[in-house]
């Protein structure tokens, strides 16, 4: 599977929007780009997914370089209810990946400060 | 609507001790995983299950092994614990295979 690389940690203040940066620069055509946060002390939870064009949820938003070897994760305004891990994954839909599995970096540890 | 609920939250276990970790979920998925974090890691898968009665290695099986006999639970079992184990668990459940996954809250294990 496709590598990712994410800062190791990014901070924020409260109410001001968050852009956490994906690299993907071995990315294929058949790759998904996938985000998910683990807040403190618990599982991981999924945010938002995408293939090829710029993705909205009530969550977040996604931008995908046109290039597709980049990517970045859009916290419009920042609570402190986001503090948490974000890890950016590629799944890849034609090798094997009905079987659904998840790789996961160290992801991106966002702070949130009041 | 539980969800993904595992059992139990934390166990501690002597080297050589076996236990069994339960992992239900509620929402007829059929994909099911488990999955282990160490402190300032990600995830790493163990065993996961495409179905009832099937079960597959993933990156890191030794020392554990698993069953899938109902659809709704996934259990993990650790014959001879060994400090090495000592991580947090995760059970993870999706219905299809490139769907969201679901995660449980986690079980804390430490083998002293």
């Known amino acids: 599977d496709a590598k990712t690389t994410q800062p190791n940690s990014m901070e924020s203040n409260e109410e001001e929007p968050v852009h956490l940066p994906c690299n993907h620069s071995?990315?294929?055509?058949?790759?998904?780009i996938h985000w998910y946060r683990q807040l403190p002390s618990q599982g991981p939870e999924y945010v938002i997914h995408?293939?090829?064009s710029n993705v909205n949820n009530r969550m977040a938003s996604l931008a995908i370089a046109e290039d597709r070897k980049s990517s970045t994760l859009i916290l419009h305004r920042a609570t402190l209810r986001d503090a948490a891990v974000y890890y950016c994954?590629?799944?890849?839909?034609?090798?094997?990946?009905?079987?659904?599995?998840?790789?996961f970096g160290r992801g991106t540890q966002l702070t949130v400060w009041p | 609507n539980a969800g993904v609920t595992q059992t139990p939250k934390f166990r501690v276990l002597k080297t050589g001790q076996s236990m069994t970790l339960l992992c239900a979920q509620d929402?007829?998925?059929?994909?099911m995983y488990w999955y282990r974090q160490d402190p300032g890691m990600g995830l790493r898968l163990i065993h996961y299950?495409?179905?009832?009665?099937?079960?597959a290695k993933g990156e890191v099986p030794d020392g554990y092994n698993v069953s899938r006999l109902k659809k709704q639970n996934f259990l993990l079992g650790l014959e001879s614990a060994a400090p090495s184990q000592t991580s947090v668990y995760f059970c993870?459940?999706?219905?299809?295979?490139?769907?969201?996954?679901?995660f449980g809250p986690g079980t804390r294990l430490t083998v002293t």
């Open positions: 299950s495409v179905g009832e009665g099937t079960t």
């Open positions: 071995t990315i294929s055509g058949t790759d998904y």
């Open positions: 929402m007829n998925h059929e994909y």
């Open positions: 995408g293939l090829t």
């Open positions: 994954i590629l799944r890849d839909v034609a090798r094997g990946s009905t079987l659904g599995r998840l790789y």
């Open positions: 993870a459940s999706t219905v299809l295979g490139l769907g969201e996954q679901y």
